[in-house]
């Protein structure tokens, strides 16, 4: 069984710009969270996606959002990125049915660095 | 509100060694709790998890966790070490409240097994 895949897994952007990054759930997976892990924060949630909506969000500002397709494949966007969103993003997949006892699985994950 | 607290940055050990990383945890209510491995460059590899009944609890790889109510703490062990357990080592807490498949993380505890 395919795990969970991530696409780029490095991007280099400048200030001001906005990227979007790409997540593959396991398959039969229908949870999607998004996670950013950076040296001084540790890892910290984003957002949550189950069966296109967003169930559950973290403490980020407005220029990050995501969304999550029919076929469970979620996408995360980061608007006029700043200094600091270099870090690592990390998505995870679940089946999304067993509430707070699910075992998410995680991605290579995505390597964001803004100049 | 949840968290969890890695009291130690780095723990060094033998190989052939038993290790322990240490993890302790604050929750309101009954704890769903994870341990992941993060390998440089990679994503995090799940575990194990506990989420009721038995205390001890076997993952992947030969590493077990013990879950102790009393003294909030879920610490994660090996009977004998090897050089490849070396990584970085999270300790992680389902919220349960705020919706579904929110992890919340410890710091980290980076694992040194020495030849």
């Known amino acids: 069984k395919a795990g969970v895949t991530q696409t780029p897994r490095y991007l280099i952007k400048t200030r001001g710009q906005q990227v979007t990054l790409s997540c593959s759930p396991i398959s039969g997976h229908r949870s999607v969270s998004w996670y950013q892990q950076t040296p001084g924060q540790g890892l910290q949630f984003l957002f949550e996606y189950f069966s296109e909506t967003q169930r559950n969000k973290g403490n980020f500002p407005g220029r990050f959002s995501g969304r999550q397709f029919s076929n469970s494949r979620s996408e995360m966007n980061v608007s006029t990125l700043e200094l600091g969103d270099s870090a690592l993003y990390l998505c995870?997949?679940?089946?999304?049915?067993?509430?707070?006892?699910?075992?998410?699985?995680f991605g290579p994950g995505t390597r964001l660095t803004v100049l | 509100a949840q968290s969890v607290a890695q009291p130690e940055d780095q723990v060094n050990v033998a190989e052939g060694n038993p290790l322990t990383v240490k993890c302790t945890y604050s929750?309101?209510?009954?704890?769903?709790l994870f341990w992941y491995v993060q390998y440089p460059n990679r994503g995090l590899q799940f575990l194990l998890k506990?989420?009721?009944?038995?205390?001890l609890v076997k993952g992947s790889y030969g590493f077990e966790a013990e879950f102790n109510k009393s003294q909030t703490s879920f610490h994660l062990k090996k009977p004998s070490a090897l050089v490849s357990d070396s990584a970085l080592y999270f300790c992680?807490?389902?919220?349960?409240?705020?919706?579904?498949?929110?992890?919340?993380f410890g710091a980290g505890t980076r694992l040194a097994v020495h030849p």
């Open positions: 506990y989420i009721t009944g038995d205390n």
């Open positions: 992680a807490v389902s919220a349960l409240s705020g919706g579904y498949n929110k992890l919340i």
């Open positions: 929750v309101s209510g009954n704890p769903y």
């Open positions: 995870a997949s679940s089946r999304g049915t067993s509430g707070s006892s699910d075992t998410q699985y």
